[in-house]
Nanobody, 122 residues
């Protein structure tokens, strides 16, 4: 089992930055691919970013590419999502997840955090 806890959400003005953290406990963190998803009211859960194994492979949704950066620190069992140039449309609950079969399909992830709210005001 892997237990995931997100933190770092909050209220920020458009153009601002936030860094989300996802702390993992349980089984060996470094063996898992990790992903970030977001869920806004009235919308489907959306893939944001994923990082594979040691961190050499990263993937991003087109809507966040160039603004968001996913990274991981295996020594701290933590994955991060640095979010810059935030837009009101980035407002959502952000979730980290682990151990997917398909990194951009939320249905294939085995472990989820509880989510953290990000609100971007215009």
């Amino acid at each position: 089992q892997v237990h995931l806890v997100e933190s770092g959400g909050g209220l920020v003005q458009a153009g601002g930055s936030l860094r989300l953290s996802c702390a993992a406990s349980g089984r060996t963190f470094s063996s898992y691919a990790m992903g970030w998803f977001r869920h806004a009211p009235g919308k489907d859960r959306e893939f944001v970013a994923a990082i594979i194994w040691g961190g050499s492979n990263t993937y991003y949704a087109g809507s966040v590419k160039g603004r968001f950066t996913i990274s991981r620190d295996n020594a701290k069992d933590t994955v991060y999502l640095q979010m810059n140039s935030l837009k009101p449309e980035d407002t959502a609950v952000y979730y980290c997840a682990a151990d997917p079969r398909d990194y951009n399909d939320y249905r294939t992830y085995n472990y989820w955090g509880q989510g953290t709210q990000v609100t971007v005001s215009s």
